[in-house]
Nanobody, 124 residues
Framework: QVQLVESGGGLVQAGGSLTLSCAAS????????MGWFRQAPGKEREFVAA????????AYADSVKGRFTISRDNAKNTVYLQMNSLKPEDTAVYCC?????????????????WGPGTQVTVSS
């Protein structure tokens, strides 16, 4: 079955940077729109960033715009999330997701496949 596996999370000080990766397998990756979502303890899952299958369009939550960058390498079946100027409020489990329509969507229910997530903790 389709598998998404995130990596790159960890503990970082405020102002620091991390790059998350999400490796996909058993799907035609280049046909899928990809997204990143996050969920902090006691909070609902929220949209972070998304990218269309051709990488020509991206979308970001207002809270991360200008600090985070989503990208993808279709040859490597991988989507990335470069996170700069991290803040304590960015602390969450970050999950990648895939939607078969190949579109940008900020709605979690539009994504069919999800990874288990990677923990990002930003200390103040």
């Amino acid at each position: 079955q389709v598998q998404l596996v995130e990596s790159g999370g960890g503990l970082v000080q405020a102002g620091g940077s991390l790059t998350l990766s999400c490796a996909a397998s058993r799907l035609t990756f280049s046909s899928y729109g990809m997204g990143w979502f996050r969920q902090a303890p006691g909070k609902e899952r929220e949209f972070v960033a998304a990218i269309v299958m051709s990488s020509t369009r991206t979308a970001y939550a207002d809270s991360v715009k200008g600090r985070f960058t989503i990208s993808r390498d279709n040859a490597k079946n991988t989507v990335y999330l470069q996170m700069n100027s991290l803040k304590p409020e960015d602390t969450a489990v970050y999950c990648c997701a895939a939607n078969s329509r190949g579109l940008i969507t900020t709605t979690s229910r539009s994504y069919e496949y999800w990874g288990p997530g990677t923990q990002v903790t930003v200390s103040s």
